[in-house]
Every structure is written in structure tokens, then in C-alpha cells.
């Protein structure tokens, strides 16, 4: 009887290897460099930090996060300690995740061309293996104006300006808000992205009280995560994919292995882990990457590449 | 969506059936509702329109609170009466696990609340219980009444020594009563210093030990990453930490 080999999980990034397709989602977790290096000890494939600026932030008032069945509800308003800091948090997690092979993403954000371009700058100093631009955050309208995320064009002059001062592969990290993904992607792709990011929060929804009458956010809105999003977040990678065929970290209500098959198969080369760590912590991680290996092994695959993009190749036949 | 169930943890209303002055900046709270909760466990507190902010449990059944005024929030907290709604996320967090025969309590400034909590837990099945209630003044003291009535041998110590007895930080007195009482396990919560102190007296004197720690909150579910002490979130591997003996 032949030996039967036992699958891979090695995913590729933008040239970046992981060591399995599990990345911990942006705005989730990544707060500290202690933080972030336990969640790659707990099995992550990649680490993204919270979301950094180029000024401190305390952001929004509590409630900031409501857990309302279905998935999250989320209005944290980009909290962060600014770039000072946080390439000093950038660099001890590097240098913590180096060791254990988990490359570290930095995910920025700004108000302006001109506010990505230099925190953009500055998070490379802190040597992380990947950059996203984080165009997409749907809960600091009223201060920020309209996401970069939902016009062509303003993603990629967003997308311009940072690329020349970014030394390591870039991601745009894209709103499923729009009407026509597809175009924001290219626009992001042409402009220099050396991959995308989908989902960010759907949304923004909101979630009010109905003893008191009052949204139950401080915020009033906020973004929609969890498993309810999950159908729209793998349609806008499929459709991404189909039409694009670069790298995407997969986001959007993954909890298991078969989120994780589902996502792969739609054309996702990682996959984000956010929302689903209310369910077991970081551990959550280790849980997910052995139902994938799993489901490998059952279904005789080697790697994750003989199931990439699958769905695309699955058709009716025309008559 | 915990456990993979799609269970809502909004905010719940419940009124207020009681409230009593404790100290100069406590009152106690007596809501009409309980919850499914163990000593040491937290709950989200939203008052709509103001904030939402973290409170251990005095009590689960009823839900009983003790919130010192400090700041907005609480100020609001403390201008409820009788009647008056406010809303409740959880029970959230690892609370404190019983062990050993004699227990020692050490509960610094407002921190007695999740301790009664947890004395009146263990005097229901027997244990012996001694407390430490610190403060930084006699006025101060918090819920001294309460550890008696449940039946524990209760002891004060104050940092300017207006209850009569030398004046003392807490973590003196409680290496005193570890040498001279011999307890079986130790249990605090209090000001981050005096919890600090504590640790290192738990590892000196091999001592398992539960501390109960504060911190600045968001979400109370493990995600935001805001209340983090080094690679723990105190929201959800804690508040309650243990020290092994």
C-alpha cells in the first residue's frame, strides 16, 4: 500500500512564505508585540497589527464592540498609539515572530494621500514582512470624509503615494461597500499593489436597544464581522480573483476548516482570522489549521495550490 | 456566536431594587435580575448615551453591585435610585476557583466587592475565611459589615491608621497574617501595586494565589486587544490570574 503523504499547509504571499494561510485579521488582537507573538505561537500563519496612524488615537466611546449573534458589530474608531509608537511595537514584534517564521503584516491607515504616504514611510522602518493599507475602515466617516476604499481612483492615488516609499509587498485592504469591487481592485493593482485584502467590515449596520430605544454603539454604526458576512466576503474574492489573479487574503466570517477550503477555492492565497477568535481565544488558530490539514488529507490533496480557485474551474455545462 | 451557536450577548435591562451608601465614594447597587455567574466574573455596564465600562460582581443573584465614584461614568452611575434601568453585558471573564480549607482575602480599597462575592460562595461549603479589608483611610473601609455577617474573621488595616491600628500598606499585613495565620490559598483584589506586592509575596511563600486584576476595557469579549498585561487580556484570560503554589 503506498504511504500516504501528509499534506502541507505552506501558502505563498507575495513572495512572503507562511507557514500555513491562517493571518490574523487586522484590528483584532494586534495591540501589542506580547499579544501578537502568541498568537503566531497559537498557529497563526501571519500576524497583522492593529491598524496604525500617524497620530494617537483613543477612539470611540464605549460600547465599541457588540457580539450580536450572527457575527460582531464593531465602531472601535482606529484607536491606536501612533506611528511613534507603534514602530516601536512593530519592531519588538518582529523580532519576537522572526524566530517562530510568522511574517508580520503592518496595517496603516490615514486622512490623506499625503498621511498614508508618510505613515506608510515610517511603518517600514519597523522591517514588517508585508504592508496594508487599510482604505477601508467604515467607522470614522464623520471625521475622516468618505473611505479612499469606495472610488477608483481616490484607492489608487492612495495606493501611488504609498508605493514608492514601501519597500516590502504592498496590500489594499478593500470595503465590500461598493457596487463594483472589481474596479477598485484593478484601480489598486494598477497603481502598484502587489495584492488585496477582502474584506473589511460590511456595513456599517446597526444594532439598537429596543427597551431604551437607543443604538446600542456609541458610534450609532459600526461594522459588520462574523459569520454573517461570510457568502459576500467569498463572492467579492471570487469575483476578485476571476478577474484579477493576484494574491488576496480572504477575509470575512472564516470560524473553521471548511471556511477556510471555501475561501482557498474561491481564489483566496491566505485567509483572515478575525471575528472567530470570541470562540476559543488565540487558540483558535491551531483549531482551524488542523481541520484544514484535515480536510487535505481526506480529500488525498497535497497543498492548498491544487484547490486554489477550484470554484472558477466548476461550471455548468452550456448547451 | 460563541461555541459556534448563534446566542446574542447584548445588553440586557435590569432596574435597581435597592441602592445603599457604603463609603464616602461606594454605593451598592441591588438589581432585579440574576445571572449565571461565579465570583470574580465581570459585567459590561451601559448606560445609554453615557458609556459603558467594566464592574466585577458583588453578587449574581440578585446581581449586586459596588461602584465607587471616580469618574463620568461612575458619577452618572451614583445619580441612579431606585426604579432606574441600566443595561448589563455577560458574565465575562475566568473568575476565582475555590481551594484549600483556610482562605485568606485580601481586598484593597474598592476591591472588596468580588470578594464578599466569593466569601459568601466558600462559607457554603464551610471553608474558613480570613480578611483583610485595606484602605487608605477608616471611611474607606468597604464591606466590613459584610464579611462578618457571612461568617469571616475579619481584619483592617489602613495606610494612614485612622482605623486604630498602626498605620500599614496592605501588603505588610498580609505577609504578617501568611506567617501567622498559615492560610491555604490567597485571594486579592485592589489597586495594581498592592497586587504586584502580593505576587511576589505568593512566590516567596509558595502560596497559590488568585489575584483579581483591573483594566482599561472595550469589547469584554477577547477581540479589541485593549486591556492587555503582556500577552494576557484581562478581559478574557482573566481578571482573575493565578499564581500556583
Not at chain 1, 499547509?9 to 513572495?15: A, E, S
Not at chain 1, 487599510?134 to 504609498?162: Q, W
Not at chain 2, 482605623?163 to 496592605?170: E, F, T
Not at chain 2, 486584576?213 to 481578571?239: F, H, K, N, W
Request: hydrophobic fraction near 45%; glycine fraction near 10%; proline fraction near 7%.
Amino acid at each position: 500500500m503506498a504511504e500516504q503523504l501528509t499534506p502541507h499547509l505552506r501558502v505563498n504571499l507575495c513572495g512572503v512564505p507562511l507557514p500555513n494561510p491562517l493571518v490574523l485579521a487586522s484590528g483584532i488582537l494586534g495591540t501589542t508585540a506580547e499579544l501578537m507573538e502568541r498568537v503566531a505561537k497559537n498557529g497563526a500563519g501571519a500576524v497583522t497589527c492593529k491598524s496604525c496612524g500617524p497620530e494617537p488615537r483613543v477612539g470611540h466611546p464605549n460600547p465599541t464592540v457588540l457580539d450580536w449573534g450572527p457575527g460582531l458589530i464593531n465602531a472601535v474608531g482606529l484607536a491606536n498609539p501612533g506611528i511613534d509608537e507603534a514602530v516601536e511595537i512593530l519592531r519588538e514584534a518582529r523580532r519576537r515572530l522572526q524566530p517562530l517564521g510568522v511574517p508580520l503584516i503592518a496595517s496603516v491607515f490615514a486622512d490623506s494621500v499625503k498621511g498614508f504616504a508618510e505613515v506608510t514611510r515610517r511603518v517600514c522602518q519597523a522591517e514588517p514582512d508585508l504592508v496594508e493599507l487599510n482604505i477601508s475602515c467604515p467607522n470614522v466617516e464623520a471625521e475622516f470624509g468618505r473611505p479612499f476604499s469606495l472610488d477608483p481612483e481616490a484607492a489608487a492615488e492612495v495606493t501611488r503615494a504609498a508605493r514608492p516609499v514601501c519597500d516590502r509587498p504592498l496590500l489594499v485592504k478593500l470595503s465590500p461597500n461598493v457596487t463594483d469591487v472589481v474596479a477598485i481592485g484593478k484601480a489598486v493593482i494598477a497603481a502598484g499593489a502587489d495584492g488585496l485584502t477582502a474584506i473589511n467590515t460590511l456595513g456599517p449596520g446597526m444594532i439598537i436597544d429596543i427597551e431604551s430605544g437607543w443604538p446600542i454603539l456609541a458610534n450609532r454604526v459600526g461594522g459588520v464581522s462574523g459569520p454573517a458576512i461570510r457568502p459576500i466576503a467569498v463572492r467579492i474574492v471570487y469575483d476578485l480573483w476571476a478577474h484579477l489573479h493576484v494574491p488576496i487574503i480572504g477575509t470575512g466570517g472564516v470560524t473553521c476548516g471548511r471556511d477556510v477550503i471555501e475561501m482557498i477555492m474561491a481564489g483566496a492565497t491566505a485567509v483572515g482570522i478575525g471575528s472567530a477568535v470570541i470562540q476559543d481565544g488565540p487558540a483558535v488558530f491551531s483549531r482551524i489549521a488542523g481541520e484544514v490539514r484535515d480536510f487535505l488529507t481526506s480529500h488525498g490533496y497535497a497543498s492548498l495550490n491544487e484547490i486554489r480557485g477550484l470554484a472558477h474551474a466548476r461550471r455548468h455545462m452550456e448547451s | 456566536m460563541r461555541d459556534g451557536t448563534w446566542n446574542p450577548e447584548l445588553p440586557i435591562p435590569m432596574t435597581i431594587r435597592e441602592v445603599r451608601q457604603e463609603t464616602p465614594a461606594v454605593k451598592r447597587f441591588v438589581l432585579d435580575g440574576s445571572l449565571n455567574a461565579y465570583p470574580g466574573q465581570f459585567v459590561m455596564v451601559w448606560l445609554p448615551g453615557i458609556d459603558e465600562k467594566p464592574f466585577s460582581l458583588m453578587n449574581a443573584n440578585p446581581v449586586t453591585l459596588a461602584i465607587a465614584e471616580v469618574g463620568r461614568f461612575t458619577r452618572a452611575m451614583h445619580l441612579l435610585d431606585v426604579g432606574s434601568r441600566l443595561w448589563l453585558r455577560g458574565p465575562f471573564g475566568q473568575g476565582f476557583s475555590l481551594e484549600g480549607r483556610h482562605l485568606l482575602l485580601a481586598a484593597g480599597g474598592y476591591g472588596a466587592a468580588p470578594l464578599v462575592f466569593l466569601a459568601r460562595r466558600a462559607r457554603e461549603d464551610g471553608r474558613r475565611i480570613t480578611v483583610l479589608v485595606a484602605a487608605r483611610s477608616r471611611e474607606h473601609l468597604l464591606l466590613v459589615e459584610e464579611f462578618r455577617r457571612l461568617g469571616c474573621e475579619v481584619l483592617t488595616c489602613t495606610d494612614d491608621g485612622s482605623d486604630g491600628q498602626p498605620p500599614r500598606l496592605a501588603p505588610l499585613a498580609v505577609e504578617e497574617l501568611l506567617q501567622r495565620a498559615a492560610p491555604d490559598a490567597l485571594y486579592a483584589c485592589g489597586p495594581a501595586g498592592m497586587l504586584d506586592a502580593l505576587e511576589a509575596l505568593a512566590r516567596k511563600y509558595h502560596l497559590s494565589t488568585q489575584l483579581s486584576r483591573e483594566a482599561y476595557m472595550r469589547c469584554g469579549i477577547g477581540v479589541c486587544g485593549s486591556c492587555t498585561c503582556g500577552d494576557q487580556l484581562v478581559c478574557r484570560d482573566g481578571p482573575v490570574f493565578r499564581i500556583p503554589g
